[in-house]
C-alpha cells in the first residue's frame, strides 16, 4: 500500500469535501419558502427557481448523514437546514400520502410527477436519516410505511405509479430498481437488527435482479435485461451504463461485508466494477462514457461519449472500497487512475465546487453546477465514503 499517496489522497479528499459543503451551505437554501435551489450556475447564482425532488431528499440525506458521522460536521446550521429541507420536501406528496412530484415550484406546487419510484426512495432516504439524528420515531415509521408502498409497486402492482402496461411494451427489468431498493434495505436496516431480518428476503431479491444484468457469458453488464432476466432485442438491450455498473458494485460490496458473503464480494469486483471499468474507460482520452453500445454501435443517447461527474464519483467509490476489502492492489491502482482523472478535470478551482459536464476531450460543456440532476448528493456523498475508508486504511478517526 503506498501509504503517503494515499494521505495525500486523503487530504485532498477533506479539503473538497469542506469546500463543496460550504458551497451548497452558502448558495441553495431558500430562506423564504424552505428547501433547497438545485440549478445553480458556476458562480453560485441561482438561474431556476425549480426545485426537484430528488435532490431535495437527497440534500436533507447528505446533510443529515455528514452530521451524524464526521464530527466535524455535528453543527446546528447543517442540522437545521435538513429539517427545512425535510418540512418543504413533504408538500410534494401532494396530498397523496405516499406518491411524490417530481418538480415543484419554488413555493412547493406540484409541476411534475414522474411514473417511477425515485422520488419516494430519496423522500425515503431522507427520512429516515433524519429520524436518526433527530431520535423521530414517528419519521421512521413513516419512512418504513412508504417503503413498503414501494416494495408493493415493485413486485406485486405498478398501477398505482399510473403507467399503463401497453401492448408493446415488454416488461422490463431495469438496474435501476433493484440498485434503489438494495439502497433503501441498508439504509433502513443498518444498526437496527430487527429491521435487518424485516427486509432480508428483499435485500436477497434485490441482488438477484441486479446478478441478472451480467449478460453476454459473463462478458457485459447490460443495463435492461427481460423480466425472467434475459438479454432484450435493439437499443435498449445493448444499452451499456458504465457509472451505474460501478455504483451497483460498491452496492453489492457493501452487501457482501453485511452478509459475509465471499461470493457475492467476488461477482462484485469482477463482473460490477473490473469490468464495466474496463470497458468504460476512453482509452484515448481518459475517463469514462457514459453510455456503450455492447456491440459497439453508436449509442441512440446523444450525450453517450461525455463524461460525467457521477460516474467518476462511483468509481473512486467501488476501487476503494474493493481494495479496503481485498487489499488487491491493481484495485488500488484503478483508485488513482480515476483519481488523477476526476480531480484533474471536475472541480472548479475558480467557482467552487465541481462541473458536471464535460465533452469526450474533458473540456468543460455545461459550467453549472446544480441542475435537474446534479445537486448536493454524488460528489459528497463520494467525498464522504473515500474520506471514511481511507481513514480506516490509514487506520485514523475522528
Known sequence: MSVGKLEECQQHIRAQLDAVVEFWLKHSHDTVHGGFFTCIGRDGTVYDELKYVWLQGRQVWM?????????????????????????????????NQWKCAFCLTRDGKAVKVQRTIFSECFYIMAMDELSRVTGDKEMQLEAEQMMEQLIYWVRKDASG???????????????????????????????????????????????????????????????????????????????????????????????????????????????????PFESGWDKAHGGLFYFLDVDGHCPTQLEWSMKLWWPHSEALVAFLMAYSQTKNPALLENFFRVYEYTFSHFPDSEGGEWFGYLTQEGKVALDFKGGPFKGFFHVPRCLYMCESLLDDLLGKHG
Open 63 to 95: 446533510y443529515c448523514r455528514l452530521y451524524r458521522c464526521m464530527d466535524r460536521f455535528r453543527r446546528p446550521d447543517i442540522l437545521e437546514a435538513a429539517k427545512a429541507g425535510k418540512k418543504f420536501a413533504r408538500v410534494s406528496t401532494n396530498g
Open 161 to 275: 405509479l399510473g403507467r399503463p402496461q401497453l401492448p408493446g411494451d415488454v416488461p422490463t427489468n431495469s438496474m435501476a430498481v433493484p440498485m434503489m431498493l438494495l439502497c433503501l434495505v441498508q439504509q433502513l436496516s443498518e444498526g437496527r437488527p430487527e429491521t435487518g431480518k424485516k427486509y432480508a428476503d428483499l435485500g436477497s431479491w434485490c441482488v438477484s435482479e441486479i446478478r441478472q444484468h451480467i449478460q453476454r457469458d459473463g462478458t457485459a453488464i447490460l443495463e435492461n435485461v427481460s423480466a425472467t432476466g434475459a438479454e432484450l432485442p435493439g437499443c435498449l438491450g445493448r444499452l451499456q451504463n458504465p457509472g451505474h455498473a460501478l455504483e451497483a458494485g460498491w452496492f453489492l460490496l457493501r452487501y457482501a461485508a453485511d452478509n459475509d458473503n465471499k461470493e457475492i464480494q467476488r461477482t462484485a469486483i469482477e463482473k460490477f466494477v473490473e469490468l
